[in-house]
């Protein structure tokens, strides 16, 4: 049987594992993030849990063609409530909703205590999960962009707070010097596109003046993160 293959996205995931780590897959799905952690010997036991049945019953497939049933553990239910705090030292929360991902931490606390490391890779709603993030005490340690059918961002976050974003950095991150990232300016134009589209809307349809100022700061902000950021390429 040939190793499980990841997708692009997945596979930035995964390279974010820390070596031996005790690992668990939240809305695992296929469960193929835990199985290929577990074939290339990079994870030292995986939980895969799901809030429904089916995709649960799939996990369970991929494991039983990888010949890796023993080594995974199945638990059905929402968020890390199958989980107790402590059973696992990186959790992957891939492939949903900002807003998901919010209601699955907000309710598990105990992930802003030492030695958690979350993977985050929301599908929506990234800004409000930056400001969500540093607003509750986490901090963001790290962003990286992949390129699949679309740009996706993949975070590395920690307890113990960070200094607050501001709005446009909610939108694409903070960004630091010296960082190599050959995505960030096609990232910042996309954004400013949405952004920018929104204020137009806006525009024509009339709205509110302080909702036209919000959104006019946004795109100027976004606006001087691109600046900045050629200016580090030069
Ligand atoms: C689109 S799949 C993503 C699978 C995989 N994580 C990935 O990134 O490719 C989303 C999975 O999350 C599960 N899910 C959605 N909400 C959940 C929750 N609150 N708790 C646990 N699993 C959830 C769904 O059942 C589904 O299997």
Redesign the pocket.
Known sequence: MRPVGLSPR?LALADQVPQGARFA?????HAR?PVWLLEHGRISSAIA????EG?LLQARRTAARHQLSEQLSFRLG??LAPLSSREADVIAI???GGE?IID?LSAAPWTREDGCLLLL?PMTSVPELRGWLWRNGYAIRREVLVQEDRLYVVLSVTGGGMEPLSPAEEWAGRQKRGEICPLRETYLDILLKRAGNVLEGLRKAGGADEELSRWEALVSGLEDMKKEWLTWQK
Request: hydrophobic share 35%; net charge negative; charged share 25%.
């Open positions: 997945l897959d939240i809305g695992t799905d993030l849990c799901d809030l429904r995709p929402d968020g891939a492939g949903m998901t699955i890779q």
